[in-house]
């Protein structure tokens, strides 16, 4: 399967790069915010808390791919010990 999901860490580029976009934009909305007035300024700081629920969802995301990949090296580690000591 290819794609940007095919494996362990082609799905943490992507989600790195991910938050690293949303953080460009939160950067942006958030310039936005300091001239905006009335129901604009409204509307971009729930854009804003949702940029930032967003970009928290995502670091929790990669902290979740960082423990797969190190359980897998693990994993695998441990099954090259056993084949290495039969």
């Known amino acids: 399967m ?4 095919s494996s362990l860490e082609s799905a943490h580029e992507y989600v790195t790069l991910l938050g ?6 939160r950067a942006s909305i958030l310039e936005d ?3 905006a007035d009335g129901r604009r300024l409204d509307a971009l700081r729930v854009v804003d808390l949702k940029l930032s629920q967003l970009d928290q969802h995502l670091a929790a995301s990669r902290r979740a791919l960082n423990d797969l ?3 897998r090296r693990l994993l695998l580690g441990e099954r090259e010990g056993v084949a290495v000591a039969h």
Do not use: Y
């Open 33 to 35: 915010i300091t001239v």
């Open 69 to 71: 990949r190190a359980l």
């Open 2 to 5: 290819e794609g940007p999901f």
């Open 20 to 25: 690293q976009q949303v953080r460009e934009v």
